[in-house]
């Protein structure tokens, strides 16, 4: 069974940062691709940051400069780390992994609340 657990998230000040962190079992992790969405209410999730199995990262424009999407394989690991956090920030952080099949799984999710 794959599960994928986040955690991290809290409530921070603006300008303050957080560190996510997703923990991946029962796939192997460093052969997928591996992504950061978020979901704010009353919005559609969307794609925060990716990286690749070889470690090509991607970013939103809103958080680019900002924030840092790294993967550790011998630990199952990927982490999101959020620098320079602005209310706008607020959101549910999830954590997808993409089978190279294509098959997609997604963690809970973990709260993100920036206060001004």
């Known amino acids: 069974q794959v599960q994928l657990v986040e955690s991290g998230g809290g409530l921070v000040q603006a300008g303050g940062s957080l560190r996510l962190s997703c923990v991946v079992s029962g796939i192997s992790f460093s052969i997928n691709s591996m992504a950061w969405y978020r979901q704010a209410p009353g919005k559609q999730r969307e794609l925060v940051a990716s990286i690749t199995s070889g470690g090509g990262s991607n970013y939103a424009d809103s958080v680019k400069g900002r924030f840092t999407i790294s993967r550790d394989n011998p630990k199952n690991t990927v982490y999101l780390q959020m620098n320079s956090l602005k209310p706008e920030d607020t959101a549910v952080y999830y954590c997808?992994?993409?089978?190279?099949?294509?098959?997609?799984?997604w963690g809970q999710g973990t709260q993100v609340t920036v206060s001004s």
């Open positions: 997808r992994l993409r089978s190279a099949l294509g098959s997609e799984y």
